[in-house]
């Protein structure tokens, strides 16, 4: 009479399961498990790299601050405008020149040490804007002395035109300038001869980028310093006033700066209005157009490579379940002679090997997830622009996570079968020897 078979409880299925003989041997599986499919989840985002996708990713990645640049002028109100559709802080710039010249007086008593030590005697700004201070803080201002926050005639000035001052004998030290009332000449457009205006020092930033000249070096020995701005897509060396003071400077910006807030929705708002506006173009964006075709090279490299990552997580999973159940074998054999049935022995493994592939997989999600700003560093570091090439995808990580899993109980599922038809007097006789 055939021996009755019996159905393993679910709760000693889990105890058996979970039960690992090699503790060591599972956690290095499931760490170097979890790092292949890591890196197939990175390799999977740059394979089904999409760029309107990447270019939000890049907002959120590297857009502190904004920069919109046009084939035509803009008015200061265009600036506004976007401003509240975006619901970003905004600033602005315009080409309209800042002189400060240095009184005759001044001039003929620094004369001397001026040619000794090439000091500025008449300084410029090739710029005028307005920031809000958040702004002022996205675009990576640093402050010498005083503040950002301007009001009335207040302005912000560079160290380059600061240097400038001081070498006419205004002060002595950045702090020494902060309250100092100077006159400043911004030509305009409407007017012949521009009349000088008085305004007051509110603060010094760092400037690292003036550009100096010479003039008039063979007659006086007088030097113009100017702060030139970076093939104006910045705003490195802008004198900065308040907003009020700006629009009675000038009716039109040559540049609008707005301040980033990191979030998904606005890069989608962003990256719409330049999609959509020719007119318009943004540093931001720039790299998309000109990296397109290294952009292509390195997608299509990753996304061959996820493949072959793929296949040594299979090839690895397989032989950790090989190995755990040779070491099960004389447990098994004895659960069989008690009436256990192959599908008992079926569950306990497929437990088992889903335990791991969760494991492996909520690793690898959290790998994928951590890395993947890390690699667009890197990547942007290595091409010298800000790029986000690799986009957080949903799918892609809800596939990656069941791969694991799928991949982790299919490589336990045909052994396990293999093992579980065995006769258990077979099974024991083997686990003996």
């Not at 959120?60 to 970003?88: K, M, P, R």
């Not at 090739?126 to 958040?134: I, K, M, T």
């Amino acid at each position: 009479m055939a021996k009755k078979k019996h159905k393993l409880p679910l709760k000693a299925a889990l105890k058996m399961g979970l039960s690992i003989k090699k503790p060591v041997r599972f956690g290095i599986t499931v760490l170097l498990a979890a790092a292949a499919f890591g890196m197939t989840g990175l390799a999977i985002l740059l394979g089904s790299y999409d760029e309107a996708r990447a270019k939000v990713q890049t907002y959120v990645q590297f857009g502190d601050a904004i920069s919109l640049n046009s084939t035509e002028l803009l008015t200061y109100d265009d600036v506004t405008q976007l401003s509240l559709e975006w619901g970003l802080p905004c600033g602005s710039l315009s080409f309209a020149h800042a002189f400060y010249n240095c009184s005759e007086e001044a001039v003929n008593e620094m004369h001397t040490y001026m040619q000794q030590h090439r000091v500025h005697a008449v300084v410029q700004v090739d710029a005028v804007g307005c920031f809000d201070e958040e702004v002022l803080s996205g675009a990576g201002i640093e402050l010498l002395a005083g503040k950002g926050g301007l009001a009335g005639h207040e302005v912000l000035i560079s160290s380059c035109f600061a240097n400038g001052l001081l070498s006419c004998g205004l002060a002595e030290s950045a702090e020494g300038l902060i309250g100092q009332e100077i006159e400043l000449v911004v030509p305009s457009p409407t007017a012949v001869v521009p009349s000088p205006t008085a305004v007051v020092i509110a603060g010094v930033y760092q400037n690292d980028s003036c550009v100096y000249a010479r003039e008039y070096a063979a007659t006086d020995g007088v030097f113009i310093s100017y702060d030139s701005l970076c093939a104006g897509e910045s705003y490195t060396g802008a004198l900065f006033v308040s907003r009020d003071f700006f629009q009675t400077l000038t009716n039109y910006v040559d540049i609008g700066y707005f301040a980033g807030d990191g979030s998904a929705a606005t890069g989608e708002k962003v990256r719409d209005f330049f999609d959509s506006h020719p007119e318009y173009h943004s540093e931001l964006f720039q790299p998309f157009t000109e990296l397109r075709e290294r952009i292509e090279k390195i997608t299509s490299a990753f996304g061959t490579a996820g493949g072959a990552l793929a296949a040594f997580s299979v090839l690895m999973i397989f032989q950790f379940i090989n190995l755990s159940i040779d070491g099960k074998r004389q447990m098994i054999g004895i659960l069989r002679a008690l009436g256990g049935r192959s599908a008992d022995v079926l569950k306990i493994f497929l437990i088992e090997s889903g335990f791991l592939g969760i494991l492996s997989g909520a690793l690898a999600l959290a790998l994928t997830a951590g890395i993947a700003p890390f690699c667009n560093t890197l990547i942007s570091s290595t091409v010298g622009m800000n790029i986000a090439i690799i986009a957080y995808q949903p799918l892609v990580f809800i596939g990656v996570f069941a791969m694991c899993v799928a991949v982790s109980l299919l490589s336990a599922l045909f052994p396990v079968l293999h093992e579980a038809k065995k006769l258990p007097v077979d099974v024991i006789k083997f686990a003996e020897e």
